[in-house]
DNA sequence: AAAACAGGCAACCGCGGGTTC
DNA sequence: TGAACCCGCGGTTGCCTGTTT
């Protein structure tokens, strides 16, 4: 229930930033006598200042386990995907991060990570693109076609699909990222650090497209996100070109782009943060958000090979996960 | 050099839930 | 039973500092 401060509790209290010699005051009583009452506190340590400031001032600021300096990547990775599951639940998500405070996460969460998502075009309430999805619905039928199986007699057919596909998915990408996103701020955004989690089964679309690379050249790259040598998707005014490079000799393919991808999520939520971060159960694999899924069925390794490689290189195609 | 602006962060405020009397 | 009390949470404010004009 609210309760109004007393008429003592407003007109004696102090307040605006702390001084050293009443930081010291605080400290020197929690350390002898413990934290007790925080209504009490004040009076009892010879301090001029409500409790519940004092309360404030030692769990954000004069606590003995309290950590300071930068967030490091993988409590950045924590708090975004923790943000995702259980929203501005800050005291929740400090739970996770020994020795960081909720008003630290949230000062950090609001002064930075919202921003970041946002210049990535990722909503920061829903964690979903801010893309207009409404455009990526037909592509069902570019997957299918994708995954039929054709005949060299069908390699055009195939690879003008294929290579759509990727444009879109370039597209999407480019919706996603500023230039200076990397491909790991991108994971982490979905939420693991796992490229698994947004490939496609033959290893070529999904995390391995170089982001930071804001040029429409996608290449074809390992699962370790090494360019394979010779492969690429260039994307430019005129449409899609699918190419291969040999000995100095280039094979390309133009294509018209028009069609549009599926952007996926099976996000469900989370009945509480213990439960995700149980060890059956971690955060990398209870990944809500799997953005390439449907892909999966696009098979650009078979693409390749009908480009004319004869020898695709030992990477690949990647394990299955 | 100084004013204006922007970003970061500590602290405050209002509210709601739980407990006590 | 309900008013008072206490605590904690999330949102917001305002100060401080660094950067830009």
């Not at 995954?147 to 480019?174: C, D, F, N, P, R």
Request: proline share 6%; charged share 20%.
């Amino acid at each position: 229930m609210a309760r109004s401060p007393s008429h003592e509790e407003m007109s004696s209290v102090k307040k605006g930033p702390w001084t050293p010699e009443e930081d010291r005051k605080l400290i020197d009583y929690v350390q002898k006598h413990g934290r007790g009452s925080w209504h009490r506190i004040p009076k009892l340590a010879g301090l001029s200042r409500c409790g519940k400031s004092c309360r404030l001032r030692w769990t954000n600021y004069l606590r003995p386990d309290i950590k300071r300096g930068k967030f490091t990547e993988e409590e950045e990775q924590l708090i975004v995907h923790l943000h995702s599951l259980l929203g501005n639940k800050w005291s929740s998500i400090a739970t996770k991060l020994p020795g960081r405070t909720d008003n630290e996460i949230k000062n950090y969460w609001n002064t930075h990570l919202r921003k970041k998502l946002m210049r990535m075009g990722i909503d920061p309430v829903t964690h979903r693109p801010t893309t207009d999805l409404s455009l990526l619905t037909s592509i069902s039928s570019l997957l299918s076609a994708g995954s039929l199986g054709y005949t060299t007699s069908h390699l055009e057919t195939a690879l003008k699909l294929q290579a759509e596909a990727a444009h879109l998915v370039q597209s999407l990408i480019q919706a996603l990222t500023s230039s200076s996103t990397s491909n790991t701020d991108l994971m982490n955004v979905f939420g693991s650090p796992s490229h698994t989690n947004y490939k496609a089964s033959d290893g070529c679309l999904g995390g391995s497209f170089n982001l930071q690379n804001s040029a429409s050249v996608i290449p074809y790259l390992n699962k370790d996100s090494q360019p394979v040598p010779d492969f690429s998707f260039c994307i430019d005014e005129g449409g899609v070109t699918a190419s291969r490079t040999e000995e100095g000799q280039s094979t390309s393919s133009l294509l018209p782009s028009k069609s549009t991808p599926p952007f996926v999520s099976t996000s469900s939520e989370a009945d509480n943060v213990d439960l995700l971060m149980s060890s059956e159960s971690t955060y990398a694999n209870s990944l809500s958000f799997t953005p390439f899924e449907g892909w999966e069925n696009l098979n650009l390794d078979s693409l390749i090979n009908d480009l004319g490689c004869k020898e695709i290189p030992d990477q690949m195609p990647w394990p299955n996960a």
